[in-house]
């Protein structure tokens, strides 16, 4: 089971990913025209795995071919200002389960790589798993033993976290066999539909992750800026045009900036407040006081910086999102796209740099979590009103 996730839930839970890993499996087969499922499934554990487009995984790392020895892909990162490297060897299977006797056949994979005599694995017909075999081999020459790590990955469509007692015992002797070595480190993980599950999410967001520069109205002889910090955690309040929060919402993917917002876009048509600003903002006798009418915008970033140049004065923003301001952004980009968004519309923009996910999803909820003040309510504004409560 997913931990925290138990019972029929997290059965559930777990067939879900299986079955969305398998409906991907096939995309790829279809998308790329390959032979068939599992050459699609060691595709898709590549490029989830080391985080590469499947179009750009090496060639030279799939050793997966006859006499492979239950070994699919080794890949090497050298570190050469390190003076270390680390190889990764998978096995990767197209199955719905974790076997024992895999693990068996991986130990006399791993005996062939790192072991056997090059007389006796030149001899082998699979070009691939010799050259890297010999490329290993060199490795451990160039930096030492002591300065290389290997994970190995058994990966499958499986339930990584129930492994029967005879897979959990051929588990322990491969790695006590090579946990004695020497090796900097050595690991031999289980990959499966929950894992890769991850992998997906953590490579979607990362596609969608926006870093943008922002222009900024700034007077150094007059506040523009307000800057507040606590610990790791710091905030800017600046102004900026609303032509620049325009273009920063057409960056791509769409509405990617707005990944983290709880509320996706009303319309302006039939929404009040949404034509109200649209109103505002296009009318020459309005848009002035845009800055004025408007909430503003909330963002949170992993990083900002403030670029005080003399003819540039901008913010550098990293892996931004726009919390709260959803309404009044589009609606901006909206009249932008029609060319109606005037030029001295302005929009004051609250800014948080915090790499707490928990302090951002709380910046997300109270920045959208205020009482509703509907139109009676502004009647005890009204002249009249105000001049009733003094008399009383």
């Known amino acids: 089971m997913s931990p925290g996730v138990s019972g029929d839930l997290g059965l559930e839970n777990f067939r879900m990913r299986q079955t969305w890993i398998e409906e991907k499996t096939e995309q790829i087969k279809k998308l790329y025209t390959l032979e068939d ?15 590469v487009g499947i179009n750009d995984i090496d060639a030279e790392d799939i050793v997966d071919d006859e006499q492979d020895k239950q070994i699919d892909i080794i890949r090497i990162d050298e570190n050469e200002n390190a003076n270390s490297a680390h190889i990764y060897i998978l096995q990767v299977k197209n199955e719905s389960g974790f076997k024992s006797t895999v693990v068996s056949q991986l130990k006399n994979g ?30 451990r020459l ?3 033993i002591q300065s290389i790590s290997v994970t190995v990955y ?14 959990l015992q051929e588990k322990r002797t491969l790695e006590s066999g090579y946990n004695n070595i020497g090796f900097k480190e050595f690991e031999f993980r289980e990959i499966g ?5 991850d992998y997906l999410k953590t490579s979607e967001q990362a596609k969608r992750k926006i870093d943008a520069k922002i222009e900024i109205v700034y007077d150094v002889n007059k506040p523009s800026i307000i800057n507040y910090s606590t610990g790791e955690t710091k905030a800017m309040i600046c102004t900026t045009k609303a032509k620049d929060l325009a273009e920063l919402a ?16 009303y319309g302006i048509e039939g929404n009040l407040v949404n034509s109200d600003i649209y109103s505002t903002c296009t009318k020459t006798t309005d848009s002035s006081l845009f800055w004025f009418l408007n909430n503003g915008v909330t963002m949170v970033c992993d990083q900002f910086s403030f670029a005080n140049d003399p003819d540039y004065h901008f913010v550098d923003l990293k892996n931004v999102q726009i919390v709260n301001g959803c309404q009044t952004t589009v609606t ?10 005037k030029e001295n519309v302005h929009i004051l923009l609250r800014i948080y740099q915090t790499s707490n996910p928990s302090l ?28 009733i409560q003094k008399v009383m």
Do not use: H
Request: glycine share 4%.
């Open 250 to 265: 057409c960056i791509e993917p769409k509405d990617a900036i707005f990944d983290m917002n709880v509320r996706s876009f």
């Open 110 to 139: 791993l005996s062939w790589i790192f072991s056997v005599s090059k007389n006796e694995y030149e001899k082998l017909n699979n070009i691939n798993f010799v050259n890297k075999i010999a490329e290993v081999r060199d490795i």
């Open 360 to 387: 951002t999803n709380r910046i997300t909820l109270t920045t959208n979590n205020q009482n509703k003040i509907v139109g009676r309510d502004l009647k005890a504004n009204d002249m009249i009103q105000a001049d």
């Open 193 to 197: 539909a929950f894992e890769l599950f």
């Open 154 to 167: 058994y990966v499958a469509n499986g339930n990584a976290l129930d492994l029967s007692p005879e897979y």
């Open 37 to 51: 499922n599992g050459e699609a499934f060691l595709n898709l554990a590549y490029s989830l795995i080391f985080d």
């Open 142 to 144: 160039k930096y030492g």
């Open 332 to 341: 901006l980009r909206e009249a932008f796209m029609k060319g109606e968004l």
